[in-house]
Nanobody, 126 residues
Framework: QLQLVESGGGSVQTGGSLRLSCAVI????????LAWFRQSPGKEREGVAA???????TYAESVKGRFTITYDKNKNTLDLQMTGLKSEDTAMYYC????????????????????WGQGTQVTVSP
C-alpha cells in the first residue's frame, strides 16, 4: 500500500531557505503525478508544484522562480527546495499522489490526488 512520509519542515526567517522531502513508499504504478500542496489558517488548500511520470513539472505562479520540485526515481523521494521564503509561505505543506491520471501530462492545475501525507509545518518569520 502506498505511503507518503514527509520531513523537513521548520521555522526560518524571511529570505531563508528550506528543503522538504517526501518518501514515496510502495510506488508500483507506471503512471502517476506527485505534488506539494499547502494550507494556511483561514485559507483553502492550494497546489504548489507538481511532477508527473512523464517528467512534466508545473508550479503555482506565487512560487515560480523560488521553489524547485524534484523527483528522484531511484530513491523514490519527492523534494521541494524553497528559497527566498516569505511570510506568505507560512503553511502546512502536504505531499500528494495521484495514481493513473487520465492524461500525461498532469499538472498542478489538474491533479486529483488519491493519497496524502500527514503534512509538515513551515513557518516564516520577519
Amino acid at each position: 500500500q502506498l505511503q507518503l512520509v514527509e520531513s523537513g519542515g521548520g521555522s526560518v526567517q524571511t529570505g531563508g531557505s528550506l528543503r522538504l522531502s517526501c518518501a514515496v513508499i510502495g510506488n508500483e504504478f507506471s503512471h502517476f503525478c506527485l505534488a506539494w500542496f499547502r494550507q494556511s489558517p483561514g485559507k483553502e488548500r492550494e497546489g504548489v508544484a507538481a511532477v508527473d511520470s512523464g517528467a512534466t513539472i508545473t508550479y503555482a505562479e506565487s512560487v515560480k522562480g523560488r521553489f524547485t520540485i524534484t523527483y528522484d526515481k531511484n530513491k523514490n523521494t519527492l523534494d521541494l527546495q524553497m528559497t527566498g521564503l516569505k511570510s506568505e509561505d507560512t503553511a502546512m505543506y502536504y505531499c500528494a499522489y495521484e495514481k493513473w491520471p487520465v492524461r500525461i501530462p498532469t499538472t498542478i492545475a489538474t491533479i486529483r490526488p488519491n493519497h496524502w501525507g500527514q503534512g509538515t509545518q513551515v513557518t516564516v518569520s520577519p
